[in-house]
């Protein structure tokens, strides 16, 4: 049985905007299939392996589409994709467009119990697996969970020739299949095309299902604003196709616009350099950690290894961008540095290209003016839902081309993170100013209570970003005994010298933020540790503080506060 993806937009609303031409109301393989036809020996992507021609992707795409077909894959239904970053994971993903098939990619690196609850409550019938990526065996060990997975009908695996294990289907044999007789479906644009995961804060990663339309015209319209000459992008992902982020991948830059995916199989801050000198993005699209590792990278580099050809943008997305952050980064790049607010939920919002740096705002987190043809956005009390006066702080909700139909298998999320008009409830909260320009404050779960005061992570990040011995900085709550939780900061030093939690609470002192605040341990790191997706990973980071020795300031912050009844 197919899972049930439903729309939770009102159907004239959805409609409208394919109407109006802010969709292109065509499936992502039609869109494809019609920039390779206009342009058939444009570049589509660079990976490990090489170029690979429009022409000859839409090939493979064809071959791989029609041996899917051969083993029952039938529309609607949902094929798992478990691969590193190159071709295979955008020729699967096409190929599964062009059988109307529906696409749940999720990153490599994610663990065997993620992995099954994904397809499970998906009710994949098939998921495509690596036999082997940096010593993990994906398509085995999906193998092994196939007997606890009912609609799961075959494991897919990639690997090199022979490699694919007993009980498997070789990918290369698919690819390898006849596709002269194909004939591509011509899904509904408003229908499923692809699951986003989402690590969120529920205890299982949040699946949200996008439609051909969201994700091409949507999604399509936000890389749009960030092409001032409409030439087709040259894109360079740092994070996984198969995360959300990743989602602008081929679906956005390929089938949409018409550009060239860089790809790389696994991040490091020297692979990403290496490609942006070689391959010369327009756009590279990351998280502000990994932009910082390779700014770190580069202060380290000689002069032999010659200046960064200046992209057009470098957009980063997934965690607060602090202003030093990106004030080194358009230095060191030469471009504008673009602020991405956004989430597989359905919210999208970002500085643009008007300024080097996102401008520094007491306020929070300055995320730029909402783009109605990608996602309107609005303020709302988060006990009443109703909407609040600019300048008042409150949830964030949004709604607009780019909204996702539902989450899967998950009516309780529904039923919390979607209005009956179809809003999105980000949980985040936010304010609009007098300008129309959308300030990120906090999240309303994301938060550190220490003896019964509340106190937002965010906000301590954000201002011990400006630290200048502080390269990068996440903060987690610790339990404690007497005050229920106290606040560590996890920090990447700038230089030689690292920063003691004396000087840290000292600049948050002169900064103006109050004691009860300030982080009561301190934790240094080489690097912080990434989550699959590429997002700092903060589990990680409260195992290592259970285990590690803490500094402690030489005062403690102020005691607790009383709260009246």
């Given at each position: 049985m197919t899972v049930a993806l439903h729309d939770l937009l009102p159907a004239g609303l959805r409609r409208s905007w394919a109407t109006d031409g802010t969709c292109?109301?065509?499936?992502?393989?039609?869109?494809?299939?019609?920039?390779?036809?206009?342009?058939?020996?444009?570049?589509?992507?660079?990976?490990?392996?090489?170029?690979?021609?429009?022409?000859?992707?839409?090939?493979?795409?064809?071959?791989?589409?029609?041996?899917?077909?051969?083993?029952?894959?039938?529309?609607?239904?949902?094929?798992?994709?478990?691969?590193?970053?190159?071709?295979?994971?955008?020729?699967?993903?096409?190929?599964?467009?062009?059988?109307?098939?529906?696409?749940?990619?999720?990153?490599?690196?994610?663990?065997?119990?993620?992995?099954?609850?994904?397809?499970?409550?998906?009710?994949?019938?098939?998921?495509?697996?690596?036999?082997?990526?940096?010593?993990?065996?994906?398509?085995?060990?999906?193998?092994?969970?196939?007997?606890?997975?009912?609609?799961?009908?075959?494991?897919?695996?990639?690997?090199?020739?022979?490699?694919?294990?007993?009980?498997?289907?070789?990918?290369?044999?698919?690819?390898?299949?006849?596709?002269?007789?194909?004939?591509?479906?011509?899904?509904?644009?408003?229908?499923?095309?692809?699951?986003?995961?989402?690590?969120?804060?529920?205890?299982e990663p949040k699946m949200v299902a996008y439609s051909h339309n969201a994700l091409a015209g949507g999604r399509g319209n936000f890389l749009a604003s960030l092409m001032p000459d409409k030439a087709p992008p040259r894109c360079l992902f740092l994070v996984p196709l198969g995360s959300a982020f990743g989602s602008n991948g081929t679906a956005v830059t390929l089938a949409r616009h018409g550009g060239t995916l860089i790809l790389l199989d696994h991040f490091t801050p020297e692979a990403a350099l290496a490609a942006v000198r070689e391959h010369a993005p327009t756009h590279i699209l990351g998280v502000p950690t990994m932009v910082r590792m390779m700014l770190d990278r580069l202060e380290r580099s000689g002069p032999e290894d010659g200046a960064l050809p200046s992209p057009t943008a470098l957009v980063l997305g997934g965690s607060a961008l602090d202003?030093?952050?990106?004030?080194?980064?358009?230095?060191?790049?030469?471009?504008?540095?673009?602020?991405?607010?956004?989430?597989?939920?359905?919210?999208?919002?970002?500085?643009?290209?008007?300024?080097?740096?996102?401008?520094?705002?007491?306020?929070?987190?300055?995320?730029?003016?909402?783009?109605?043809?990608?996602?309107?956005?609005r303020i709302t009390d988060p006990r009443t839902h109703e909407k609040l006066a600019d300048g008042e702080i409150g949830e964030i909700i949004a709604r607009g081309p780019m909204t996702p139909m539902c989450y899967v298998a998950s009516p309780d999320l529904d039923a919390r993170y979607r209005t009956p008009e179809g809003w999105v409830r980000t949980g985040d909260l936010g304010l609009i100013d007098g300008g129309g320009v959308l300030h990120v404050v906090g999240r309303l779960k994301d938060i550190v209570i220490r003896g019964g005061a509340n106190i937002s992570p965010a906000e301590v990040e954000r201002q011990l970003g400006s630290h200048p011995q502080v390269r990068d900085v996440v903060c987690v709550g610790v339990p404690d005994e007497l005050m229920g939780e106290r606040l560590a900061a996890c920090v990447v030093a700038r230089g030689a010298q690292p920063p003691t939690l004396d000087s840290l609470t000292g600049h948050l002192t002169r900064r103006g933020l109050e004691r009860r605040k300030h982080p009561e341990h301190l934790l240094v790191v080489a690097e912080l540790p990434l989550t699959p997706a590429g997002k700092p990973d903060r589990a990680a980071l409260r195992e290592r503080l259970a285990h590690a020795p803490l500094a402690v300031p030489a005062a403690p912050p102020a005691p607790p506060l009383t709260r009246a009844s």
């Open positions: 292109p109301d065509l499936d992502l393989y039609s869109l494809f299939r019609a920039r390779q036809i206009a342009d058939p020996h444009a570049t589509a992507v660079i990976d490990a392996k090489g170029t690979l021609c429009y022409t000859a992707l839409d090939r493979k795409v064809r071959c791989l589409a029609t041996g899917l077909r051969n083993l029952g894959i039938r529309p609607g239904d949902v094929v798992g994709v478990q691969l590193p970053g190159g071709r295979g994971a955008v020729i699967a993903e096409l190929a599964l467009a062009a059988l109307g098939a529906v696409a749940l990619p999720f990153p490599v690196g994610r663990g065997s119990l993620e992995a099954e609850c994904l397809l499970r409550r998906a009710e994949a019938v098939a998921v495509v697996a690596a036999v082997e990526h940096r010593g993990d065996h994906h398509a085995a060990g999906l193998r092994d969970l196939a007997p606890a997975l009912p609609a799961l009908r075959h494991v897919i695996a990639a690997g090199r020739a022979g490699a694919a294990p007993e009980g498997t289907v070789a990918l290369h044999e698919l690819l390898r299949t006849d596709a002269t007789d194909f004939v591509p479906a011509r899904p509904d644009p408003d229908s499923a095309a692809r699951i986003l995961v989402s690590s969120g804060s529920e205890a202003e030093t952050t990106a004030r080194a980064a358009s230095r060191a790049f030469g471009c504008p540095v673009v602020n991405l607010y956004g989430s597989a939920d359905g919210v999208n919002c970002h500085t643009g290209l008007g300024h080097e740096v996102p401008d520094a705002d007491g306020a929070g987190v300055v995320a730029g003016r909402p783009d109605p043809r990608v996602a309107d956005i």
